[in-house]
């Protein structure tokens, strides 16, 4: 059964930084586009980082955009979000999700498996 696990949420004050991983028990991990996502209190879920199956492409949210970075080491079968200069407003819930192909509907949120998401908050 395909699991994504996401860790490294917690409560930090602005300005500082959080990395969240995204460990996966897939088999193909290394063909799968890898997306991050966030819901915020009272808001639709929104697209955040998205990275290649390769890791050869990323691609971000205007609102993070020099700020995060995300990266995978596909021997770990894992995916990192490097979250630098965090702001109150990127308080969240963060979720990453995985899909075989067309990285730009991962984008759009349409994904074939889904993690269950790990708080960040972050206090003004």
């Known amino acids: 059964q395909v699991q994504l696990v996401e860790s490294g949420g917690g409560l930090v004050q602005a300005g500082d930084s959080l990395r969240l991983s995204c460990a996966a028990s897939?088999?193909?991990?290394?063909?799968?586009?890898i997306g991050w996502f966030r819901r915020a209190p009272g808001k639709e879920r929104e697209f955040v980082a998205v990275v290649s199956w390769s890791g050869g492409t990323t691609d971000y949210a205007d609102s993070v955009k020099g700020r995060f970075t995300v990266s995978r080491d596909n021997a770990k079968k894992t995916v990192y979000l490097q979250m630098n200069e965090l702001k109150p407003e990127d308080t969240a819930v963060y979720y990453c999700?995985?899909?075989?192909?067309?990285?730009?509907?991962?984008?759009?949120?349409?994904?074939?498996?889904w993690g269950q998401g790990t708080q960040v908050t972050v206090s003004s």
């Open positions: 999700a995985a899909r075989l192909s067309d990285r730009v509907a991962l984008k759009a949120g349409t994904a074939d498996h």
């Open positions: 897939i088999r193909t991990f290394s063909l799968y586009n």
